[in-house]
């Protein structure tokens, strides 16, 4: 079955402390990306990238990193997490050699920093 | 990306049919309308997809205008598990911002008893 799978779900954790999301799809998809969702501001992209080693900025990356060492992994590194990083996180993935293909999400982390 | 604008919300009773409308007038050639619901707070899923013709999937159908300004999402039999936001995204069909979904608002919709 095709997906794309996300840990934790849940994490409470507390400002400063070193976190990592992670994000895996069985797809052999190029394409992986990282969003963030919180009330009013909808769906945001944090990072992207387009291949194994290939990672650039999306529109709110700032306090976050991103790795892509693997083609089916793609991580999401909060270094010192801050309380306005609290939200709910989704991993995507889409392959970049079929045009119109579609993207799948992840089921979601929620992330809360106290 | 073309911007797209969509209502707010949308009301629907059991059985009937959803027709969700979107407007997207800047929408260049090679740009694909792209419709995605999220259900809760669960990942986005893909619903349906076109670029000029209409499109018909097991779950809805897609009607674009012939100037491609505005499209429609139809769900045939609207159920309560259809309740959930519909976003409707414009998408480039290549370049670096090709796998970039950019979601606005959306419009939450309600299926009714």
């Known amino acids: 079955e095709a997906q794309v799978t996300q840990n934790p779900r849940y994490l409470i954790t507390v400002t400063g402390k070193k976190l990592t999301v992670t994000c895996s799809q069985n797809?052999?998809?190029?394409?992986m990306s990282w969003y963030r969702q919180d009330p009013g501001l909808g769906l945001r992209q944090i990072y992207y990238s387009m291949n194994v080693e290939v990672t650039d900025k999306g529109d709110v990356p700032e306090g976050y990193k991103v790795s892509r060492k693997e083609k089916r992994n793609f991580p999401l590194i909060l270094e010192s997490p801050s309380p306005n990083q609290t939200s709910l996180y989704f991993c995507?993935?889409?392959?970049?050699?079929?045009?119109?293909?579609?993207?799948?999400f992840g089921q979601g982390t929620r992330l809360t920093v106290v | 990306d073309a911007k797209t604008t969509q209502p707010t919300s949308m009301d629907c009773a059991e059985g009937r049919a959803a027709n969700l409308p979107c407007n997207h007038s800047?929408?260049?050639?090679?740009?694909?309308v792209y419709w995605y619901r999220q259900i809760h707070s669960q990942g986005p899923q893909y619903i349906i997809h076109g670029l000029k013709n209409n499109e018909t999937n097991e779950m809805a159908s897609l009607i674009i205008t012939e100037d491609r300004k505005s499209s429609t999402l139809i769900l045939p039999h609207a159920t309560l598990r259809d309740t959930a936001v519909y976003y409707c995204i414009v998408r480039a069909a290549g370049g670096t911002s090709y796998g970039k979904l950019t979601f606005g608002q959306g419009t939450i919709l309600t299926v009714h008893p």
């Open positions: 995507a993935s889409s392959s970049l050699l079929r045009t119109g293909d579609e993207a799948f």
């Open positions: 800047t929408i260049s050639g090679n740009e694909y």
């Open positions: 797809m052999n998809h190029e394409y």
